[in-house]
């Protein structure tokens, strides 16, 4: 009689360190089948976008060889989650379906789904906490209800017991005795070809576990020190650039929380640094842990009264935003960025999004949406609840009266230009005393930089006070509530 097998269901956790999906299977001493499913039915609009899916290539690439490394390859099937691996479990002879728990609404419905198909088969489906800090649900505010707003809700996951420490890999797997046919990873076309647009992404960043692993110990051993006071720069960037190896769970958030208290405990100094790097760390936990409780968070305004906004249908303007070309320098920088490496600085993001809902009053699910196609961290709690607070209406929302100025803010964050300089060649011999507001340097000034405003660099596309005004009118005529 063939042994059951147990089966372990990949999906935004591909790692095979502080896996507990994967290391319950091992330690169970059966055969373990490790499998990802590409399902670009269940998450609807949602469904993984054309930069995450670059990315996707090189982190199942760096998995299979880390599990064939082990003793078990990983099986790759696309279609519908829930019936493929129900399907691969029956052929396989499983025991048990193994999984990490994650929050998304769409993994929700399929785990639904995928538990009572199982059920019928008499399979097990244990599914393991370990893609947060802290269970969805089990950091509560005095009234017992999730924490709203960012500040308390960090606190107490301060207050709270810490997340258990990581647990190592797996030494060996042992392989199921019959293996199924699964698909090719280059068959799934994951990598764009006409165009090849992805040479910048390349050239950037290295997908998998090893590499989020190596990024992470250089970061702690020597940027941390100076994140609290760099974290703000675009250029060069003082942040740590691991979004992306967090989101794909080839880095677990268990693993950055206990590096970063042992640096801090070993070295005084780097408190400051460490306790606001894990502040950023908090803030995906928090948009996780809204997302729980308010699944239509990514569609749907947290605060009803915002769904009767009067946001402009401005094709024109949304067009030059996602072109980088709205003759605001720091926000075509960061646009520019974006297109180039699918990634974009924290600071400049808010800038960006800021510019976006409120000086051209475009709804914040456009930008929401553009970004979710272009980011290799499309992350659906983070990326939601960012454009939700910028636009004013998530639970923790800054104030409508909060418009970022995209001059002063480039002044302020990227004094020289420098940052501007690397996205918008064009403005490169532009003096930094106007290379945030170019439509004020003496023509002779551009001239010499070799800049012809509407041809080598568009004029703004908007005038920012005006904007301003008119987004200051729309926001004050909501209703206080809904």
């Known amino acids: 009689m063939t042994e059951a097998c147990s089966v372990v269901w990949f999906r935004q956790d591909l790692r095979i360190g502080d896996q507990p999906a994967l290391a319950a299977a091992a330690a169970s ?48 099937r696309r279609g519908e989650a829930a019936a493929e691996v129900a399907s691969v479990a029956r052929a396989s002879g499983a025991a048990e379906v193994l999984l990490t728990h994650h929050v998304e609404p769409h993994w929700r419905a399929v785990e639904e789904r995928l538990r009572t198909m199982l059920a019928s088969d008499g399979i097990a489906m244990r599914e393991y906490p370990g893609g947060m800090l802290f269970v969805p649900g ?44 699964g698909d090719a990873l280059d068959a799934w076309a994951l990598l764009p070809s006409r165009p090849d647009w992805a040479g910048g992404l390349r050239d950037h960043w290295r997908p998998g576990e090893a590499a989020a692993q190596s990024r992470l110990q250089a970061f702690t051993e020597q940027e941390l020190c100076r994140y609290h006071t760099d974290r703000n720069r675009p250029e060069p960037s003082g942040t740590s650039e691991i979004s992306p190896h967090l989101h794909w769970g ?10 970063v208290w042992a640096r801090m405990e070993a070295e005084p100094r780097l408190v400051a640094g460490g306790e606001s790097w894990l502040r950023e760390i908090g803030w995906r936990e928090f948009c996780q842990h809204v997302l729980t409780a308010n699944p239509a968070m990514a569609d749907e305004p947290l605060q009803s009264r915002f769904s009767a906004f009067p946001w402009a249908a401005d094709t024109r303007a949304l067009r030059s935003w996602q072109r980088g070309q709205t003759g605001y320098p720091i926000v075509d920088a960061g646009i520019r960025q974006l297109w180039h490496i699918g990634w974009m600085h924290n600071r400049v993001r808010m800038i960006t999004a800021s510019f976006l809902v409120k000086h051209l009053l475009i709804p914040w699910q456009l930008g929401e949406a553009w970004f979710w196609d272009t980011l290799v961290d499309a992350d659906l709690g983070n990326n939601a609840g960012g454009w939700q607070w910028v636009a004013g209406c998530g639970t923790d929302a800054a104030p409508y009266f909060r418009i970022f100025n995209p001059v002063l803010q480039g002044e302020k964050f990227d004094p020289e230009g420098d940052y501007v300089r690397r996205w918008v060649p064009e403005l490169a011999r532009v003096p930094a005393r106007y290379i945030h507001r170019p439509w004020e340097a003496p023509p002779l000034e551009l001239v010499s930089a070799g800049v012809r405003l509407g041809f080598d660099y568009p004029q703004p596309v908007v005038d920012r006070p005006k904007a301003r005004s008119r987004a200051l009118k729309a926001f004050a005529q909501l209703p206080e509530t809904a």
């Not at 089990?138 to 301060?158: E, H, Y």
């Not at 080839?250 to 590096?259: P, V």
Request: some cysteine; glycine content about 8%; charged content about 15%.
């Open 29 to 76: 001493g059966r055969p373990v089948l490790p499998l990802y499913v590409l399902d670009d039915e269940s998450p609807g609009a949602w469904r993984i976008g054309g930069a995450g899916r670059w990315w996707l290539h090189g982190s199942l690439a760096a998995l299979s060889a880390e599990l064939a490394h082990l003793g078990s390859p990983l099986l790759l």
């Open 250 to 259: 080839e880095l677990s958030a268990r693993q950055i929380w206990h590096a």
């Open 138 to 181: 089990s950091i509560r505010n005095r009234d017992g209800g999730t924490p709203k707003v960012f500040t308390p809700f960090w606190r107490a996951c301060l207050a709270s017991e810490p997340p258990p420490r990581p647990i190592p890999p797996p030494a060996a797997l042992r392989p199921p005795p019959a293996p199924l046919a």
